[in-house]
């Protein structure tokens, strides 16, 4: 069963940067789709990103594109969420997870998550 752990959130300046670590504790099956999620206090997950582990097909939630970039370092079973220009909207703990073979959206369709890391926006 694999585990995943986030890191490199922290509290940024709007206009600002971040990239998120998702490290997973075995390689992926290579048909498996990793992917990120934000939660808001008060609000539902919501997909932002997601890549095929095999292939790095990626695939974007319409308000992160163009501003967030998912990649993967095959060797080291790590996946990354580079993200620029923050907004304060973007304030969230942000969850990775796998288990999915396709590219959804679904929360239920991963089985495996990550603790979280906080992504703190201010303005």
């Known amino acids: 069963q694999v585990q995943l752990v986030e890191s490199g959130g922290g509290l940024v300046q709007a206009g600002g940067s971040l990239r998120l670590s998702c490290a997973a504790s075995?390689?992926?099956?290579?048909?498996?789709?990793i992917a990120w999620f934000h939660q808001a206090p008060g609000k539902e997950r919501e997909f932002v990103a997601a890549?095929?582990?095999?292939?790095?097909?990626?695939h974007y939630a319409n308000s992160v594109k163009g501003r967030f970039t998912i990649s993967r370092d095959y060797a080291k079973n790590t996946v990354y969420l580079q993200m620029n220009s923050l907004k304060p909207e973007d304030t969230a703990a942000y969850y990775c997870?796998?288990?999915?073979?396709?590219?959804?959206?679904?929360?239920?369709?991963?089985?495996?998550w990550g603790q979280g890391t906080q992504v703190t926006v201010s303005p």
């Open positions: 075995l390689r992926p099956s290579s048909s498996y789709v």
């Open positions: 997870a796998t288990g999915a073979v396709t590219f959804t959206s679904g929360v239920n369709d991963y089985a495996y």
């Open positions: 890549i095929r582990w095999s292939s790095g097909t990626t």
